[in-house]
């Protein structure tokens, strides 16, 4: 404060000095001017300390604010970086992991419960909304697209099953002329391609491979059911394998797993080569290896694909397919993410890839089969068909009895039993009583339907051996007909006259065919081909034996071109 | 009807039994009445149509039989039986070739003979 008074009191003492230096008449107008100066300068100087200490305050008010703002300013971009960098991705994600919108933004209000007055606390509210609105409508889109997808591929899945049960009924109406059933062939095997693609979209879309199979299937005809739906099927080794089942929900994910594994191992590796599919049992289940000679996959293409199946895994990206998709590897770890298959790659010894499917031991069983491979136990398959009632089980319980009854030392494949020929056919017959030929009604004992069952299973089975096999052996071999699955049966009791009429105009055989003439290698013709045992299923054609064997032929071509269509099997038609 | 098809139904389609050979490979002259009969057992590493095939040819079945009993097409049970054949597991007996057989007119003229006796 006294800073202000300096001039002033300079002005004065210089005042004082002038008029004393100069005492006279203006000595009292130069003190009133000094005085007046002195005054006028000590106000100014007074009025600019104070501003100057005005000044200072707001200055300090100033940079206070501006510390505040930008104290404010950095916790604004704090909250920004936290939504973009962290909350909004989580929330994404929770929404894509299938939360509703309203349930995460919940979650977040609660989050940030404490700053609900924030200002800008709303306004990243009100962007986190937005954002989920938007995700939210996208992930309604994509699902919509996606069912689309699955919707088509379930129609073209539907075609092409039609397609293939079509092919199965020309194929064996056709059976007779080579050059139409290797056509049918070709056109089966590409039908079948398209199956698997229509499979794979469908996969891809979320949903089921395809088809749903009731009952278990072994795990042979399993493989080669993969094999049968990729291209260069030819090239693939099957080993043999163990004699389990596969259960039904885990036969056609495996199926198309298999195929689109073999579909790879194919693809890249040379077309000499070939592919070996083997499947062990392990620890945990079935270990499915496939192993082909191509190029090994290095350390970073192993990455790679492992990484597909991963991603796969963790739930797959449409769009991140490409252009040139490569559904394979996608598909499989679709496909082992839903059914709990562990898929590895690993070079192969034999210089390419090996990759191990392992099948979990839920998903196997050692129960028989009752749908077996062609060939092998088809009678047995016709029993489930005929009692609907009867799924499965009674047919387990049936095996070991046909094992018993047909008196010959049980084989490793269960199916042997029913296939044995000496008692094999009779124990078809016996352990269903009339399950086997449910429809043909030829048969005395057959009560066809439902109404059956308590006699044929439970009784049947552990009396077999005894008793049944005489009457049975008799009969079997009687009926010559078919039944509504196309199964022969035989009748020579029952209708004599027209084995009769059948087994004579045969011994007479004049080969209608003009290639014949025994173009076939005989490494040693039968030498005595009548049958050693009287029940033998070539018996019945002891007549024609005989005609070979010298016995006077005794009717025209006619009935012989006759018979044999009889006996290919016509009754597919 | 539909339900029946896919109980019945196996994953395995007929190319892949064949081994997707077609017949032309090797396997003209067999007959829809060849005889077959088994000249092994089967063995374990067998392909199953094929052990089937000798379980059941034990005792002689015609081409038509062994088709009809696996329920498989005539053309693909030839081409299963080639193979065995060239195994040297089964052994086929072809029908009796035309020129073994008295020729028609003989027989004509063995019954007219007859007849005026």
Redesign the interface.
């Given at each position: 404060m006294l800073v202000c008074l300096l001039p002033a009191a300079v002005i004065g003492a210089a005042v004082g000095f002038a008029a004393a230096a100069d005492p006279g008449a203006a000595t009292s107008g130069i003190i009133w001017c000094g005085l007046v100066g002195a005054a006028a300068v000590a106000v100014a100087g007074f009025e600019a300390v104070r501003r100057g200490r005005a000044l200072e305050l707001a200055r300090e008010e100033a940079a206070r604010r501006e510390a505040e703002q930008r104290h404010r300013l950095a916790r604004q971009q704090e909250g920004m970086l936290e939504l973009a960098r962290d909350e909004l991705p989580r929330a994404v994600a929770r929404m894509q992991g299938g939360e509703f919108i309203t349930d995460v933004l919940r979650s977040y209000e609660q989050q940030h419960v404490n700053n609900a007055g924030d200002e800008f606390h709303d306004f990243r509210y009100a962007v986190l909304r937005a954002v989920l609105d938007a995700v939210d409508n996208e992930e309604a889109m994509r699902e919509s697209a996606q069912r689309a997808f699955v919707n088509i591929a379930r129609r073209v899945q539907a075609i092409v099953h039609r397609q293939?049960?079509d092919l199965?009924k020309m194929?064996?109406r056709?059976?007779?002329?080579?050059a139409v059933?290797?056509d049918l062939?070709?056109i089966?095997?590409g039908n079948?391609l398209i199956g698997r693609l229509a499979d794979s979209i469908a996969v891809l879309g979320g949903a089921r491979p395809g088809?749903?199979?009731?009952?278990p299937?072994p795990l042979?005809?399993?493989l080669?059911?993969g094999?049968?739906r990729i291209l260069d099927?030819?090239r693939v080794e099957l080993h043999?394998v163990s004699e389990v089942a596969v259960v039904g929900p885990a036969?056609e994910p495996l199926?198309h797993a298999l195929a689109e594994l073999l579909d790879n191992a194919t693809r890249y590796s040379p077309p000499q080569t070939s592919v070996h599919l083997t499947a062990v049992e392990v620890q945990t289940g079935i270990a499915i290896e496939i192993e082909d000679g191509g190029l090994s996959l290095g350390e970073e293409g192993r990455a790679r694909a492992e990484r597909m199946l991963a991603e796969a895994e963790s739930g797959i990206d449409l769009n991140g397919l490409g252009e040139a998709p490569r559904l394979g590897l996608a598909v499989v770890g679709r496909l082992a993410r839903s059914y709990g298959f562990q898929v590895s790659l690993r070079p192969s010894a034999y210089g390419g890839v090996r990759a191990v499917l392992i099948v979990p031991d839920v998903y196997i069983t050692t129960a028989p089969a009752p749908?077996?491979?062609?060939?092998?136990g088809?009678?047995a398959?016709t029993t489930?068909?005929a009692f609907p009632s009867h799924p499965g089980q009674p047919d387990n319980e049936a095996y070991p009895a046909g094992s018993g009854s047909a008196d010959t030392p049980p084989?490793?494949?269960p199916?042997?039993a029913t296939?044995?020929?000496?008692g094999?056919f009779a124990a078809a017959a016996a352990f269903p009583s009339g399950g086997a030929f449910p429809s043909g009604g030829a048969f005395p004992h057959a009560v066809p339907a439902p109404s059956a069952p308590q006699a044929p299973y439970a009784p049947a089975a552990p009396s077999a051996p005894a008793a049944p096999p005489a009457p049975y052996e008799d009969e079997v071999p009687l009926v010559l007909e078919r039944t509504a699955?196309?199964?022969?049966q035989r009748r020579r009791h029952a209708a004599p006259s027209r084995f009769g009429a059948a087994a004579a105009p045969?011994t007479?055989?004049?080969?209608p065919?003009?290639?014949?003439?025994?173009?076939?290698?005989?490494?040693?013709?039968?030498p005595q081909?009548p049958?050693?045992?009287p029940v033998?299923?070539?018996?019945w054609?002891a007549a024609?034996?005989n005609?070979?064997n010298g016995t006077p032929?005794t009717a025209g071509p006619d009935g012989g071109s006759r018979a044999?269509?009889e006996?290919?099997?016509k009754g597919d038609k | 009807m539909s339900n029946?098809?896919?109980?019945?139904?196996?994953?395995?389609?007929?190319?892949?039994?064949?081994?997707?050979r077609?017949?032309?490979s090797a396997?003209?002259?067999?007959?829809?009445?060849?005889?077959v009969?088994a000249r092994a057992r089967?063995e374990?590493?067998m392909q199953?149509?094929h052990?089937?095939?000798l379980?059941?040819?034990?005792?002689?079945?015609?081409v038509?039989?062994i088709?009809?009993?696996?329920?498989?097409?005539?053309?693909?049970v030839?081409v299963l039986l080639a193979d065995l054949?060239a195994e040297?597991r089964i052994?086929?007996?072809?029908?009796?070739?035309?020129?073994a057989?008295?020729d028609l007119s003989l027989l004509e003229a063995v019954i007219h003979g007859l007849q005026r006796l």
């Open positions: 293939a049960i199965r194929e064996d056709h059976g007779d002329d080579p059933f290797d062939l070709v089966d095997h079948a088809r749903q199979w009731n009952n299937v042979y005809s399993v080669r059911g094999m049968s099927f030819r043999p036969v199926i749908s077996r491979a062609h060939g092998i088809r009678i398959t489930p068909l084989r490793p494949h199916a042997a296939h044995t020929p000496a094999g699955n196309g199964l022969p045969r007479s055989q004049p080969a065919s003009p290639a014949a003439p025994a173009p076939v290698a005989q490494p040693a013709p039968v081909t049958a050693p045992e033998q299923p070539g018996l054609l024609f034996t005609g070979v032929p044999s269509d006996a290919a099997g | 029946q098809d896919w109980a019945d139904a196996n994953p395995e389609r007929l190319y892949v039994i064949s081994g997707g077609d017949r032309k396997t003209a002259g067999f007959d829809l009445v060849t005889l009969v089967p374990p590493t199953p149509e052990a089937a095939i379980r059941i040819c034990s005792s002689p079945l015609s038509a039989e088709s009809a009993y696996l329920r498989l097409p005539n053309s693909l030839t054949l040297r052994e086929v007996r072809a029908p009796v070739p035309p020129a057989l008295p």
